[in-house]
């Protein structure tokens, strides 16, 4: 029973050292490691509920079930000019675990080079080396045998793998019919195989490594990983279902120090103070939210909700970067069976649960696997590099020239990095195109990992001049997709992505199980006059960027928006995350990212929450 959430009256009862606010993916880890101090008493508040045995969380061949549901926040971000108008779907975790119970389960890391682009900008201890210590330590590696890395290209360097982590990472036993044909066609392009993707290049080809514990084949998220074995702890108390409304400032001297929060849980309004800090690890849409409605942000935001302003700083809510994905779907032969074609086939779901459950084997064992990524410069000629680049126009204010300077320098043509990743899986991924019954589909998604566009999160105004903002009302969400000049470049390399996407699809052998290109519809055959080969309607020339606006989605990847630098630079936190301006405040999660990284968030995310752990733990030993 040590495992279930403590109830308000425990809560309210005991004395904190520290408190944090959200029990997600960030927050579990730094509540896990605070804990193991046993002079420390560790507090965490969680919206969401606790539910360790859903199997739409567990089971890895369930992945996008839960969104939309209970466990999703339902943020839509306002509608986006540069999408034609349109607004999207931002899927959050609401739950104990937050978004890494969420997510797809991909576990890798970025380039070197991102990391060492946060150390850059003023930010010491943040670089490759310096995180690495932390990704091991969020990790335990299981191996795969000689014939999985044989048949299914999944290599492992153990010099860059935890082996007594929380985190079970793991590769697939089983994968769909098109990852047979997955490196051999990237060859064929000119894309090598990257054998040691997380020692820091992923440029290339490789096999997704997986947050999957392999004996039972369940999901591990930090929920399991980091909260359950560590919940019977006197010294660790969670409350689920609490909202909270505010931290609670005071004034010292010349500066505000934070001394609590102000909470709901099951309609009625409490207090909590702490003797230490406070760390939110609300994620990159919550985090700011919570320090604008404590009055640290913006004055201009703050006044419209009607919220006293304490600290100035607007760089709250700003610097929002969020990975751009688009799906280009493909018929395939209609023998190969999909995830998809469980949903329209009873019998077979009956099936596969049956072997699931049995055996742990079987179609839902699998997550998407086959992936690449590449830098413009393998598709594209330096000269347009070097003119994208020239062409980036200056920071606003709102955003520090170093990290400008950093992006431009990304398009040079001697910068290997993972600017692309492609994704082949199997199923219709698009949330536009519609299946037809009895048909089976492919999806080749193509994400964009360094975005030029930057956009912002912010409370709204307050409804009346009585009542302020409260935590009930959803942020306004603008990541000002492809907006002004910097997003015409993101645009464009989006439309030659899916030039490039296509040439892979069209690949043997890939290629042999394909049937045709359903979305975007292929274009017209050249007619009898035409001097171009019938056979082969040329690609190369084909314009996508109407397709991009209108078929552009997130990849629910923000980051940014509380984000880590030097004080009066444009940042919000400092490089040990305490919040510029005020004392006995941190932020650790996701939205401390000062420049986006190619990479999926949460092998990053658990690393910052690691470091972030040990800073807390430093200072608290270093008091005086």
Known sequence: MGSLPRDIDVFLSTNFTHLII????????????????KDLIVGVLEAGPANYHDPRINVPGRFCETLDTEYDWQFTTVPQPGLNGRTLPWARGKVLGGSSALNIMTWNRACKEDYDAWEELGNPGWGWHSLLPFFRKSETLHEPTEKQQLNHQTHVDLRYHGAHGPVQTSYPNQYGASHQHWHKTLQNVGVNINRSHFSGSNVGAWTTLASVEPEQMERSYSATAYYRPNAAKPNLVLLTGATVQELLLEPTKDEWTAKGARFTHEGEEHSISVRGEII??????????????????????LQEAGIEVKVDNPAVGENLQDHLMTCMVYEIDPSIPTLESLRSDPSAAKAADLEYQTSRTGILTTIPSSVAYLPFSHYLDPSHLSKLGTSIPPSPSTKPNAQAEIQARRFTHDQNLGQIEFNFDLSNYSPVFKSEPGKRYATMLQMLQYPLSTGSIHI????????????????????????????????????????????????????????????????????????????????????FTEWVKDNTTTDWHPVGTCAMGPAGKGYVVDERLRVHGLKGLRVCDASIMPLQISAHLQATVYAIGEKGAQLILEDWEARV
């Open 22 to 37: 959200g029990g997600g993916t960030a927050g579990l880890v730094v509540a896990a490691r605070l804990a193991e101090n």
């Open 280 to 301: 939110i690890c609300a994620g990159s849409v919550q985090s700011p939210q919570l320090l604008e409605l404590s009055g640290i942000g913006n004055p201009e935001v």
């Open 460 to 543: 709204p105004p307050s409804q009346n001049s009585r009542q302020r903002t409260r935590a009930e009302d959803k942020p306004i969400i603008d990541p000002k997709y492809y907006a002004g000049a910097a997003g015409a470049i993101d645009l464009e390399m989006m439309a030659l992505a899916q030039r490039f996407a296509h040439k892979i699809v069209s690949t043997k052998p890939l290629a042999d199980i394909i049937i045709g290109r359903v979305w975007p519809p292929p274009p017209p055959p050249p007619s009898p006059s035409s001097s171009q080969d019938s056979n082969n309607t040329d690609v190369e020339e084909e314009d």
